[in-house]
């Protein structure tokens, strides 16, 4: 097969700088270019929420490279503030707007990946129109962000909907000396969390002083000369000088969508293992696609940033001659919030309710390390899992660092089908002021051994 000479990269954040340089790896000949249509590219998005806070102290140091640092490290081109208008898949060509100057341009290509990401989602009743209504989905969003706050009296924030950037973006106001509300439509926050881990969270908000408003039908923004200025709720007015809007993610799909490529139910853009869209000469990872569960063997919609990067590099290999297959991926991430961790990996109890009829759950509570060392913590656990099957379908954690370590080993567990009762079996490290004598898994296991 006859090498492409150039491959095109649309979309700058995780997926794209990856692609970008795994392409010009693989194919140090070709000429390899990145459009991205904000200001930066290679940012840390999952950082964010900590600039508020002062943990990260300064936005650049979540900016990994430059247009400029991008090509003389990893050889190719990037043009930020040029957004990629269509796609005309028959001559093989794109058409650019330099938003600068607002020149069009067409481009060329032997081989284009698309990794445009995702957008926040607006709420119609409060618009990101408003002067003080915000989301935090990029550098840009923070600096916003930032701007306003330095150029106003802000005491009150209202930070709507309660998923894992939700939190995180509260926890850090409220580090920061705001007084932060929580408005979510369910009754618990981390609604896509298990029951026990959202009871502990509500807990971890009121201990801290961050209150959590339920939505209702009788909910109302009020807006005023351009601001919300007011929540009602439950027949009161409270106040707000500004709002963060936290509700999830839709993929950009709009480009791919006007040239024909094939759009999956979920709403990403639909790609074979190989990352190809319905065009041949057209990849897609990131934000934007659909990717396979592993463990419900369906299409899913998980828009994280490790998969992001993981799926770039295949991406970028296969645009480039490869014939690398992007394995089905085992969700497993992580937070922080009120001074706790939660992760989780896996189906959650009620998804694993849903693909497996045999589905069972045990939980407990345990010490990370012994009582007597300082810092000694409990830390809560919940292993979901198939009776019949004996295969781990999901676990939830929350406690200290140690979480982090608790959803890997579940991950490799189902990752190579171990059976669940082998917990039971393992030897966990232990020394007092590390690790507990008996290990939160171990008691899962027996728990596990005792329904099996």
């Given at each position: 097969?006859?090498?492409?000479?150039?491959?095109?990269?649309?979309?700058?954040?995780?997926?794209?700088?990856?692609?970008?340089?795994?392409?010009?790896?693989?194919?140090?000949?070709?000429?390899?270019?990145?459009?991205?249509?904000?200001?930066?590219?290679?940012?840390?998005?999952?950082?964010?929420?900590?600039?508020?806070?002062?943990?990260?102290?300064?936005?650049?140091?979540?900016?990994?490279?430059?247009p400029?640092?991008?090509?003389?490290?990893?050889?190719?081109?990037?043009?930020?503030?040029?957004?990629?208008?269509?796609?005309?898949?028959?001559?093989?060509?794109i058409?650019?707007?330099?938003?600068?100057?607002?020149?069009?341009?067409?481009f060329?290509?032997?081989?284009?990946?698309?990794?445009?990401?995702?957008?926040?989602?607006?709420?119609?009743?409060?618009?990101?129109s408003?002067e003080?209504?915000?989301?935090?989905?990029?550098?840009?969003?923070?600096?916003?962000?930032?701007?306003?706050?330095?150029?106003?009296?802000?005491?009150?924030?209202?930070?709507?909907?309660?998923?894992?950037?939700?939190?995180?973006?509260?926890?850090?106001?409220?580090?920061?000396?705001?007084?932060?509300?929580?408005?979510?439509?369910?009754?618990?926050?981390?609604?896509?969390?298990?029951?026990?881990?959202?009871?502990?969270?509500?807990?971890?908000?009121?201990?801290?002083?961050?209150?959590?408003?339920?939505?209702?039908?009788?909910?109302?923004?009020?807006?005023?000369?351009?601001?919300?200025?007011?929540?009602?709720?439950?027949?009161?007015?409270?106040?707000?000088?500004?709002?963060?809007?936290?509700?999830?993610?839709?993929?950009?799909?709009?480009?791919?969508?006007?040239?024909?490529?094939?759009?999956?139910?979920?709403?990403?853009?639909?790609?074979d293992?190989?990352?190809?869209?319905?065009?041949?000469?057209?990849?897609?990872?990131?934000?934007?696609?659909?990717?396979?569960?592993?463990?419900?063997?369906?299409?899913?919609?998980?828009?994280?940033?490790?998969?992001?990067?993981?799926?770039?590099?295949?991406?970028?290999?296969?645009?480039?001659?490869?014939?690398?297959?992007?394995?089905?991926?085992?969700?497993?991430?992580?937070?922080?919030?009120?001074?706790?961790?939660?992760?989780?990996?896996?189906l959650?109890?009620?998804?694993?309710?849903?693909?497996?009829?045999?589905?069972?759950?045990?939980?407990?509570?345990?010490?990370?390390?012994?009582?007597?060392?300082?810092?000694?913590?409990?830390?809560?656990?919940?292993?979901?899992?198939?009776r019949?099957?004996?295969?781990?379908?999901?676990?939830?954690?929350?406690?200290?660092?140690?979480v982090?370590?608790?959803?890997?080993?579940?991950?490799?567990?189902?990752?190579?089908?171990?059976?669940?009762d082998?917990?039971?079996?393992?030897?966990?490290?232990?020394?007092?002021?590390?690790?507990?004598?008996?290990?939160?898994?171990?008691?899962l296991?027996?728990?596990?051994?005792?329904?099996?």
């Open positions: 097969m006859q090498e492409p000479k150039k491959i095109i990269i649309v979309g700058g954040n995780a997926a794209g700088p990856a692609a970008a340089a795994k392409a010009k790896r693989v194919n140090p000949n070709a000429d390899v270019i990145l459009f991205e249509a904000g200001n930066f590219i290679s940012t840390g998005t999952c950082e964010l929420p900590y600039l508020f806070s002062g943990e990260i102290d300064d936005y650049n140091k979540i900016v990994n490279f430059t400029d640092t991008f090509l003389a490290k990893k050889g190719v081109r990037v043009f930020t503030n040029h957004f990629v208008k269509s796609i005309n898949s028959k001559n093989k060509e058409e650019v707007i330099d938003r600068k100057t607002s020149h069009i341009k067409q060329n290509y032997d081989k284009l990946i698309l990794t445009t990401g995702s957008s926040a989602k607006e709420l119609p009743d409060l618009p990101f408003l003080n209504v915000f989301s935090l989905k990029s550098v840009h969003d923070y600096i916003k962000i930032k701007d306003f706050i330095k150029g106003n009296e802000i005491e009150k924030v209202l930070v709507i909907g309660s998923g894992y950037i939700g939190l995180e973006i509260a926890d850090s106001l409220k580090k920061a000396g705001y007084n932060v509300s929580i408005l979510e439509k369910e009754k618990l926050p981390f609604p896509n969390g298990d029951k026990e881990v959202q009871f502990l969270i509500n807990d971890l908000l009121v201990q801290n002083n961050i209150k959590f408003l339920s939505a209702s039908s009788n909910n109302g923004f009020i807006t005023k000369n351009n601001r919300f200025t007011q929540l009602k709720h439950e027949g009161r007015f409270l106040d707000f000088d500004l709002a963060i809007v936290a509700v999830g993610v839709v993929p950009n799909i709009s480009v791919a969508e006007n040239a024909g490529l094939k759009i999956g139910n979920l709403g990403g853009i639909s790609v293992s190989r990352l190809k869209t319905s065009d041949p000469n057209i990849f897609a990872a990131g934000d934007n696609i659909e990717i396979k569960n592993y463990l419900t063997k369906q299409n899913d919609y998980i828009p994280l940033a490790t998969y992001a990067h993981s799926y770039g590099h295949i991406a970028g290999e296969n645009a480039s001659g490869g014939n690398k297959i992007a394995e089905p991926v085992i969700p497993n991430s992580a937070f922080q919030v009120c001074g706790k961790f939660i992760a989780q990996v896996g959650s109890e009620i998804q694993a309710k849903k693909y497996f009829v045999n589905s069972a759950s045990v939980s407990a509570v345990a010490n990370n390390k012994v009582k007597v060392m300082p810092n000694s913590q409990k830390v809560f656990g919940k292993i979901i899992f198939d019949r099957l004996k295969i781990i379908l999901g676990a939830s954690f929350v406690g200290g660092n140690e982090s370590g608790y959803t890997d080993i579940i991950s490799v567990m189902i990752y190579n089908k171990i059976p669940v082998n917990l039971i079996s393992y030897n966990f490290n232990y020394t007092p002021p590390l690790s507990p004598f008996v290990n939160l898994l171990s008691i296991g027996r728990k596990i051994k005792e329904i099996i």
